[in-house]
T-cell receptor, first 114, second 110 residues
Framework: ETGVTQSPTHLIKTRGQQVTLRCSSQ?????VSWYQQALGQGPQFIFQ???????GRGNFPPRFSGLQFPNYSSELNVNALELDDSALYLC?????????????FGPGTRLTVL | GQNIDQPTEMTATEGAIVQINCTYQ??????LFWYQQHAGEAPTFLSY????GLEEKGRFSSFLSRSKGYSYLLLKELQMKDSASYLC???????????FGKGTRLSVIA
């Protein structure tokens, strides 16, 4: 059974640029959630995808967008990068959208915006 | 909405017992999670409590009181590898997206 993988591991961008982060969900999982974790903070929910549709969104501006593909892998896109977007971006996959479905986190992508 | 509060930092001695507290306020309750996160790594699941009481899993136990909006994680026989952040989290209404506390950074010293 393959776990959740994310790419790239680290990324450095400059203010105003755009970035795409990728996540492959665990085998058999159809739900992917994305979180942003600033240094010293807990993860903050960005949005969730279930069977290729957005299924909930946290308090993030529209320049944060996403996609889920038929194989349930997912992308997080961030436009017009700001310095405060520097964080660890985590994706988590689960076998459903219920709170009873355990989420499995990937290793994260460390984004630095200069 | 959901609000979670937990201490920022704790220090404990190798071999000892430590209790990490978490208080929460939610508009509806769908269970409480504890995750462990080593520096620079992904959170890993420790426990999920939906009913009141203590659940034990090896050296780790988790307690929940729904009437008090309170949970704690109990770590026994502390080891150096237990040095990590411990995150308390509750789901948004019945869905899996989680609201996390800021985490408690535990340092285990010799």
């Amino acid at each position: 059974e393959t776990g959740v993988t994310q790419s790239p591991t680290h990324l450095i961008k400059t203010r105003g640029q755009q970035v795409t982060l990728r996540c492959s969900s665990q085998s058999g999982h159809n739900t992917v959630s994305w979180y942003q974790q600033a240094l010293g903070q807990g993860p903050q929910f960005i949005f969730q995808y279930y069977r290729e549709e957005e299924n909930g969104r946290g308090n993030f501006p529209p320049r944060f967008s996403g996609l889920q593909f038929p194989n349930y892998s997912s992308e997080l896109n961030v436009n017009a990068l700001e310095l405060d977007d520097s964080a660890l971006y985590l994706c988590a996959s689960s076998s459903g959208t219920s709170s009873y479905n355990e989420q499995f986190f990937g290793p994260g992508t460390r984004l630095t915006v200069l | 909405g959901q609000n979670i509060d937990q201490p920022t930092e704790m220090t404990a001695t190798e071999g000892a017992i430590v209790q990490i507290n978490c208080t929460y306020q939610t508009s509806g309750f769908n269970g409480l999670f504890w995750y462990q996160q080593h520096a620079g790594e992904a959170p890993t699941f420790l426990s999920y409590n939906v009913l009141d009481g203590l659940e034990e899993k090896g050296r780790f136990s988790s307690f929940l009181s729904r009437s008090k909006g309170y949970s704690y994680l109990l770590l026994k026989e502390l080891q150096m590898k237990d040095s990590a952040s411990y995150l308390c989290a509750v789901p948004y209404s019945g869905n899996t997206p989680l609201v996390f506390g800021k985490g408690t950074r535990l340092s285990v010293i010799a």
